[in-house]
């Protein structure tokens, strides 16, 4: 059964659509992502135009994260203060997220550096991921304990000014790192199509020492303000939001989540961590393979600009 998308402006399967929707739900609920970064990629190898899939999927991103951030809040594991903040650095990197985006579309070049910017971030993402995995379970395997760390070890980053007490994570750190954090966040979730929580996460646990008990629910707050205000932006000044593929995608990601939930509380910490990466890795590969490899068209025509003449 086809359905035309306007904003897209060609037909496609409204089964195809929803079970990408339910697949990348369904992932989502398994290892506890937001799945922006396995949808996007899906929906441009399905024939999806990258502008109008890097603009869609953050509306689906939105509603994902609004049922994560309200379960975390009902648990009372959001330090709201540190939300603040770095929903503030967001919406700045968002708005010159979507300038950059305007620029790089207007240029032709748009999805020459989505392409890019999905290697390199993908491909090591999932690579790091993949050898710490492998690692967790050789480890397991020999029965040898893991290697203690230093969870409130001080750095650099704490030596900067401007200092903030977030009293929830126990922090008294400056607020410098964490307005950068938002703000690089909130950029290459609006170029990519990305909420960003599998690079925020790790950013907080690994560099800003905090809890992790609170750091997803915090992380999915940020995201929610982000690409709440990355969607208004995307339809309001490039007209890329397609609403139709974006319900599609929602209605199958909220079913599909449910059941992947339900199988991620049988498989182990190092398995999932391992099998994400894996994933992760593959998207990658794949935005690489298609980088080198000659298009069937290698010709295209691009309207960049209209200069008025005398």
């Known amino acids: ?16 659509i929803f079970g990408m929707g339910a697949a990348v739900g ?31 999927v953050t509306s689906q991103i939105v509603a994902s994260s609004a049922s994560g951030a309200l379960a975390y809040w009902r648990r009372k594991a959001i330090d709201w203060k540190l939300a603040g903040f770095l929903t503030a650095g967001g919406v700045v990197g968002t708005v ?44 397991a ?11 409130r070890q001080h750095g650099w980053i ?10 929830r994570s126990r922090l008294y750190i400056s607020a410098l790192p964490i307005l950068a954090l938002g703000v690089g966040i909130g950029f290459l979730g609006t170029l990519l199509g990305i909420g960003g929580g599998f690079l925020i996460v790790p950013a ?33 000044a490039n007209h890329s939001v397609d609403a139709v593929l974006g319900l599609l995608l929602m209605v199958g990601g909220v079913i599909g989540a449910q059941f992947g939930a339900q199988v991620g509380t049988r498989l182990r910490g190092e398995q999932l961590r ?7 890795l ?8 298609d980088l080198v490899v000659t298009p069937q068209e290698p010709f295209s025509l691009w309207v960049t600009a209209l200069e008025a003449t005398p």
Do not use: W
């Open 158 to 167: 704490h030596g900067l000014p401007f200092k903030v007490r977030f009293h």
């Open 282 to 289: 593959a998207v990658g590969l794949r935005f690489a393979v």
């Open 1 to 16: 059964m086809l359905l035309y998308l306007p904003i897209a402006e060609l037909s496609v399967n409204i089964f195809l």
């Open 26 to 56: 369904f992932l989502s609920g398994l290892f506890g992502v937001g799945g922006g970064f396995l949808l996007t990629p899906l929906l441009v190898f399905s024939g999806i135009p990258p502008a109008v899939a890097v603009a869609t």
């Open 96 to 139: 010159l997220g979507v300038m950059a985006f305007r620029l790089l579309r207007a240029k032709g070049q748009l999805d020459l550096v989505i392409g890019v910017c999905y290697v390199v971030f993908l491909g090591g993402v999932g690579l790091l991921m993949v050898i710490e995995s492998v690692r967790a379970m050789l480890r």
């Open 274 to 280: 391992a099998l994400l990466g894996l994933l992760i």
């Open 141 to 151: 395997r020999r029965e040898e304990p893991p290697a203690p760390q230093k969870l």
């Open 204 to 236: 907080l646990i690994y560099l800003l020492k905090v809890p992790t008990t609170v750091v997803i629910g915090t992380s999915l707050v940020q995201i929610l303000a982000t690409m709440a205000v990355a969607t208004v932006l995307q339809a309001a």
